[in-house]
């Protein structure tokens, strides 16, 4: 793994998660898509067990780090439990293909977006406002986007990627 390029892709990353994602939101900036999930599954499906783990749990202190009025710990722990699972089921499946890479980031995105919420229901009793668009539509609008965003990702950390043999 190259940390280097990994710190300075999960920065870029944020920083766009932060302020650039409000220029194509959908319905008054309550529909975003998530670009650290798309992280997340890219490094899962993408490095080792162990990489994938220590980058689950790094992206999801950054995914914390940058949501304003949210306890910290919730993203962190929801994408490390997460993270970790989707790269112990990478090594009995292969997400090669665009749709799969959808698919894979709509259901984790389901996922750590579910527990996060729980998370922080349960240390703040007031819930969040976006709840709907957090849970369902931002998940989605990162499935569509986030297959796009693999090839260049992987560009940056040097990651080749597999051509299948045509018969």
Same mark, same amino acid.
């Given at each position: 793994m190259r940390w280097f390029r990994f710190a300075v892709i999960v920065m870029i990353f944020s920083v766009a998660q932060a302020g650039l994602v409000d220029?194509?939101?959908?319905?008054n900036n309550a529909i975003k898509p998530d670009l650290l999930l798309i992280l997340l599954v *890219?490094?899962?499906?993408?490095?080792?067990?162990?990489?994938?783990?220590?980058?689950? *749990?790094l992206i999801g202190l950054a995914a914390d780090i940058i949501t304003i009025g949210s306890p910290m710990g919730a993203r962190m722990i929801s994408y490390g439990i997460f993270g970790s699972c989707l790269s112990q089921l990478h090594k009995v499946a292969a997400f090669e293909k665009m749709p799969q890479q959808g698919i894979v980031i709509l259901i984790v995105g389901f996922m750590?977006?579910?527990?996060?919420q729980l998370?922080?229901?349960l240390r703040t009793p007031a819930g969040s406002d976006r709840l709907l668009a957090e849970l369902i539509w931002s998940p989605i609008y990162s499935a569509?986007?986030?297959p *796009?965003? *693999?090839l260049p990702a992987a560009w940056w950390m040097g990651i080749k990627t597999r051509r299948m043999k045509r018969y």
């Amino acid at each position: 793994m190259r940390w280097f390029r990994f710190a300075v892709i999960v920065m870029i990353f944020s920083v766009a998660q932060a302020g650039l994602v409000d220029v194509i939101a959908i319905s008054n900036n309550a529909i975003k898509p998530d670009l650290l999930l798309i992280l997340l599954v *890219f490094f899962a499906i993408r490095s080792g067990t162990r990489n994938a783990i220590a980058t689950s *749990f790094l992206i999801g202190l950054a995914a914390d780090i940058i949501t304003i009025g949210s306890p910290m710990g919730a993203r962190m722990i929801s994408y490390g439990i997460f993270g970790s699972c989707l790269s112990q089921l990478h090594k009995v499946a292969a997400f090669e293909k665009m749709p799969q890479q959808g698919i894979v980031i709509l259901i984790v995105g389901f996922m750590t977006a579910g527990l996060t919420q729980l998370l922080i229901m349960l240390r703040t009793p007031a819930g969040s406002d976006r709840l709907l668009a957090e849970l369902i539509w931002s998940p989605i609008y990162s499935a569509i986007i986030g297959p *796009f965003l *693999f090839l260049p990702a992987a560009w940056w950390m040097g990651i080749k990627t597999r051509r299948m043999k045509r018969y």
